[in-house]
């Protein structure tokens, strides 16, 4: 079955950085575009950063853009989240996911994704 699991999480101080990976089984990766989200507590979900099948078209939320950057791995199966430059409003609960190179929503609607991990925990303190 399709798995898609994230690492990296942990505690950082603000102005640091991070690095989060997602690994992906049970699905032909180049043909599935990757989004990682977040979610706080008491707040939604949110989007973070986009990359296409192919890698070829990246997209972030503004409060991260300049950053964090997104990346893939095809030949591993793998999307890296770096975050730089980390702010306290950065804690959350990260999220990476999946879907068809072919779904045309918008990157950012978390229900157009038919994949998710678990989450990885990311914590910066001030």
């Known amino acids: 079955q399709v798995q898609l699991v994230e690492s990296g999480g942990g505690l950082v101080q603000a102005g640091g950085s991070l690095r989060l990976s997602c690994a992906a089984s049970g699905l032909t990766f180049s043909s599935y575009a990757v989004g990682w989200f977040r979610q706080a507590p008491g707040k939604e979900r949110e989007f973070v950063a986009f990359?296409?099948?192919?890698?070829?078209?990246?997209n972030y939320a503004n409060s991260v853009k300049g950053r964090f950057t997104i990346s893939r791995d095809n030949a591993k199966n793998t999307v890296h989240l770096q975050m730089n430059s980390v702010k306290p409003e950065d804690t959350a609960v990260y999220y990476c996911a999946a879907r068809s190179l072919w779904n045309s929503a918008s990157y950012s609607y978390s229900r157009s994704y038919g994949y998710w991990g678990q989450g990885t925990q990311v914590t910066v303190s001030s």
């Open positions: 990359i296409s099948s192919s890698g070829g078209s990246t």
